[in-house]
């Protein structure tokens, strides 16, 4: 069965600073991986996406996500926050049989400080 | 922009009583998905429609959830007799169809609070 851990619940990070958002993933084939954003008490936004090809993905607001097969990850990183960053992150597996069905991590929340 | 529909967007009922969500997904999006999140976690899926049948559901609790798309076009999601344990944010979401180009969007959820 397909399954995504974000080993962080929680984390702080400065104004300016970088941000890398751990995901990993465990799936029988290639997996199309996902990026969502959740800001408080809205539905979820997409960031980026993989299916394939170049394992570096470039999303909307400055994100990107590397997909790593050897180490199961497509970690989410941004080498600069904005207070705006400030929100819920969530990774997810998609199904190869329909989209929008997804397999979500249980999320990564992120403090930006002044 | 187009965007999926749902209301209320926060809901208290108490225990035991029945509780309905609406959705109205992007024009022409044939698939449309119902998920049920919990705080401090991460989006289940509950029901799948493709059109106005029922692709996937086999994570919805039948004894007291149930979900309908009867023209294939809105959706609505009950709960009867509603638990303490369904307080949750409830998603809906639609996509166009199966392409590497397409995208699922999300509503912006009802938040139910079961009292």
């Known amino acids: 069965a397909q399954s995504v851990t974000q080993p962080d619940i929680h984390i702080t990070v400065s104004e300016g600073a970088s941000l890398e958002l751990r995901c990993n993933y465990s799936?029988?084939?290639?997996?199309?991986l996902f990026w969502y954003v959740q800001s408080p008490g809205q539905g979820l936004q997409l960031l980026l996406k993989?299916?394939?090809?170049?394992?570096l993905v470039q999303g909307i607001k400055g994100f990107e996500a590397e997909f790593k097969r050897s180490q199961s990850s497509f970690n989410l990183r941004k080498p600069s926050v904005h207070w705006s960053d400030a929100a819920e992150y969530f990774c997810a597996v998609g199904s190869t049989d329909s989209w929008g069905k997804f397999q979500f991590g249980a999320g990564t929340q992120v403090v930006v400080t002044p | 922009e187009a965007e999926v529909a749902q209301s209320p967007r926060y809901k208290i009922t108490e225990k035991s009583q029945a509780v309905a969500f609406w959705c109205d997904p992007i024009s022409g999006h044939a698939t449309l998905y119902w998920y049920r999140q919990i705080l401090g976690q991460g989006p289940e899926l509950l029901v799948q429609?493709?059109?106005?049948?029922?692709?996937?559901d086999s994570q919805l609790p039948k004894d007291r959830f149930s979900a309908e798309r009867l023209k294939g076009v809105d959706s609505t999601l009950k709960i009867q007799p509603a638990e303490l344990g369904d307080s949750a944010m409830y998603l809906c979401a639609s996509s166009d169809g199966q392409g590497l180009n397409t995208e699922a969007f999300f509503g912006q959820g009802t938040r139910l609070t079961v009292v």
């Open positions: 799936y029988g084939a290639t997996p199309y």
């Open positions: 993989y299916f394939s090809g170049d394992t």
């Open positions: 429609f493709q059109d106005e049948s029922v692709v996937d």
